[in-house]
């Protein structure tokens, strides 16, 4: 089953969105399989955007991610990273459609509230960066077996 890296970023922490996201995740169909709340370290944060690295928002990027408290998750479903992607929207909150949370809440490129891999590879480096060998939750779901 596929598994994307999510985090509610510290904006969308102090923000009080936590809940707003992960009632998105649960309502959409999708299942939340690791959830971790912390500071991320800052060696973290500048793993999980290396290929941000020689750009000059980076310096500024890797101080707001680890400014304060961070919601990480590993979300589950079939499609579940093109899936977390949409739901997010895009990257610019004046071009994410409404519907999605960078849509309804966000305002700033640099305060856009949340993060999901862009692709199996990334996922599955993520998923290492911030979980390592914790092991994930296995539960059933109630719509694995049966579609409502
Ligand atoms: P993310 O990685 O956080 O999910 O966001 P994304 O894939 O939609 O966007 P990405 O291109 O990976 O950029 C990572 C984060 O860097 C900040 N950013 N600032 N000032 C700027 O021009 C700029 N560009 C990107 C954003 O917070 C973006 O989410
Ligand atoms: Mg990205």
Redesign the pocket.
């Known amino acids: 089953m596929e598994r994307t890296y999510v985090?509610v970023?510290p904006d969308g922490v102090a923000r009080g969105l936590m809940g707003e996201v992960l009632s998105r995740i649960e309502k959409k169909g999708l299942k939340i399989v690791g959830m971790k709340f912390a500071v991320m370290e800052e060696a973290k944060a500048k793993e999980h955007?290396a290929?941000?690295a020689e750009?000059?928002?980076f310096a500024?990027?890797v101080e707001?991610i680890t400014s304060a408290p961070s919601l990480s998750l590993v979300v589950e479903g079939g499609d579940s990273i093109k899936i977390m992607?949409a739901i997010?929207g895009?990257?610019?909150p004046a071009e994410a459609a409404p519907g999605t949370i960078r849509g309804d809440f966000a305002v700033d490129?640099?305060?856009?509230l949340?993060?999901?891999?862009?692709s199996p590879e990334a996922a599955e480096r993520e998923i290492k960066i911030h979980f390592g060998d914790a092991a994930l939750i296995s539960y059933p779901r109630c719509d694995d077996a049966c579609l409502y």
Do not use: I, Q
């Open positions: 985090m970023k955007y290929e941000h750009r000059p928002f500024g990027l707001f992607r997010n895009a990257t610019k490129t640099g305060r856009n949340v993060h999901a891999s862009d």
